[in-house]
């Protein structure tokens, strides 16, 4: 049982960066995987990175691998997403979610059990 809350999304230029933050509550939050995810208009939701419970270990789509980085901190129930060079491909909401379970994640969105609200990621070009 996890409420995420996330923030961070806005206007960025292409070659930019931004970052998302998302905030869990509970005591339980170093029990899941937390992954982001993206959906693009038209597009289904789609993956984009995943932590594991420890923070151990990341896995990232190939179209984010190099610019974005996933990170947590258990201490804080946190967990950011660092976008750099970002491009327009990238404009979507962007997702918070976590999974129970153990690592490695499933990367399809239906695996993972919460979600947070979204926050638009719009990158001009």
């Known amino acids: 049982q996890v409420q995420l809350v996330e923030s961070g999304g806005g206007l960025v230029q292409a070659g930019g960066s931004l970052r998302l933050a998302c905030a869990a509550s509970g005591r339980t939050f170093s029990s899941y995987v937390m992954g982001w995810f993206r959906q693009a208009p038209g597009k289904e939701r789609e993956f984009v990175a995943a932590i594991s419970r420890s923070g151990g270990s990341t896995a990232y789509a190939d179209s984010v691998k190099g610019r974005f980085t996933i990170s947590r901190d258990n201490r804080k129930n946190m967990v950011d997403l660092q976008m750099n060079n970002m491009a327009p491909e990238d404009t979507a909401v962007y997702y918070c979610?976590?999974?129970?379970?153990?690592?490695?994640?499933?990367?399809?969105?239906?695996?993972?059990?919460?979600w947070g609200q979204g926050t638009q990621v719009t990158v001009s070009s």
């Open positions: 979610a976590a999974k129970g379970g153990r690592w490695p994640p499933v990367r399809s969105h239906y695996a993972y059990d919460y």
